[in-house]
């Protein structure tokens, strides 16, 4: 068994909120040559397995991964497509790799949303079929009905989860890849179009296209390859009821779990106290307060206020979601966890520019697949030996 996995190679494209020039190939392509020459490979004779991230009903095709060996290099190579989260496939790897059977192996996902006419359909086919879907209601009404029994459950105010949105556009004025940077205000976020009460329309992350790519490698290629691993330290991931019936509503289980299997696989008794920041899902603004709290980084009822107070801004205690997260950067639907754990990597690697953090050695990434759905995953990153 290979002891330790490495990120040695990261590439991306985009991001933007449409790509009409460029299909979701060349887009995937222009990803992967950048992150092959990053980690110094060739994938025609260095990759001993591709897995990529895609979901068939957002790419218009069944079997998806019989679309993605051309444009990543991986003809007549071994590919396996994960549906679901972008850090899934990110676990996958390490997990193919940690057997002691393969070597490098490389993850793909991408969005190439602006080509779906109308998202919110694909995402309402996902909701039960007996008694959620005949309702005829946009997927968003979950948001609303979970936002509304998360405040009022925990205490966190609608002005907090505004701050969330003030936060993040804000961080990705300093993001040269971000899709949507903003300057706005609370009263900005809080007056926006109503779309499921509470919830506004500031509130929802705006689409982008975009590709990630990311090449592992075990410790010892890891150490041939480059000066500067980024190592995985700790993964995760669960699921919860797909039942919007009987599922937990305030006490996320699945992220919960998540979080204590990422923190035991890292050999971490005390996240807050050891991770540096964090990058995690804020699909809608309440979520990464949602999330902070599920994966025991504060207290029930506390994120907001760390919010209000600065503790999760980049000049904060607890920085989180410094790339902008999906508010600021782009939901790129199932490429979402990818991107913030590509923003994990920039930081350890000191080339985040000029949002760059201080002294940083451990992040984490948390990703939610989005609605309907329970399912989530985590990856803790090192940069030291």
């Known amino acids: 068994m290979n002891e330790r996995v490495a990120i040695v190679g990261i590439g991306w494209y985009g991001f933007r909120s449409i790509t009409p020039e460029l299909s979701y190939k060349e887009i995937m392509y222009e990803a992967a040559v950048r992150a092959y020459a990053d980690a110094g490979i060739d994938p025609r004779t260095d990759v001993d397995s591709f897995v990529t991230v895609a979901e068939d009903f957002d790419e218009g095709t069944s079997i998806f991964d ?3 060996p051309d444009q990543i290099g991986a003809i007549l190579r071994p590919v396996e497509t994960i549906p679901g989260e972008g850090l899934h496939g990110l676990a996958t790897a390490y997990m193919q790799i940690k057997t002691g059977l393969l070597d490098i192996v490389v993850v793909e996902g991408h969005s190439k949303v602006s080509n779906i006419l109308h998202p919110s359909h694909i995402t309402a086919y996902a909701m039960d079929p007996i008694y ?5 209601a946009n997927p968003y009404f979950i948001a609303g009905l979970e936002m509304q029994r998360y405040l009022y459950e925990t205490g966190n105010t609608h002005e907090q989860c505004a701050q969330v949105v003030v936060k993040n556009r804000g961080n990705a004025l300093l993001n040269p890849l971000a899709a949507h940077p903003a300057e706005i205000t609370v009263e900005d976020v809080l007056n926006s179009a109503p779309v499921a009460e509470p919830l506004t329309r500031l509130e929802i992350a705006p689409e982008a296209d975009g590709c990630v790519v990311m090449v592992l490698a075990s410790e ?3 150490r041939a390859l480059t000066d500067k691993p980024v190592w995985l330290l700790g993964v995760g991931w669960a699921n919860g009821s797909f039942n ?5 509503w305030v006490d996320l ?7 204590e299997m990422a923190y035991r696989t890292a050999g971490m008794r005390y996240p807050r106290g050891t991770l540096d920041f964090i990058e995690l899902d804020d699909t809608f603004a309440y979520k990464e307060l949602q999330h902070l ?5 504060c207290r029930p009822g506390e994120a907001g206020y760390l919010t209000l107070e600065g503790v999760t801004s980049v000049e904060g ?5 410094p790339s902008g997260g999906s508010l600021g950067f782009g939901n790129l639907l199932d490429a979402s966890g990818l991107a913030r754990a590509l923003e994990v990597v920039l930081q350890l690697r000191e080339e985040a520019g000029t949002r760059q953090l201080p002294d940083v050695h451990i992040g984490a990434a948390f990703g939610w697949r989005g609605l309907p759905t329970t399912s989530a995953a985590m990856v803790i990153l090192g940069n030291e030996d």
């Open 132 to 136: 959620n879907r005949p309702l005829a």
């Open 244 to 248: 919007l019936e009987n599922r937990s």
């Open 317 to 321: 205690d607890f920085p989180v979601n």
């Open 253 to 259: 289980d699945y992220v919960r779990i998540t979080g």
């Open 293 to 297: 709290e599920a994966l025991g980084l």
């Open 66 to 68: 019989e679309y993605v």
């Open 220 to 222: 010892q290629t890891a």
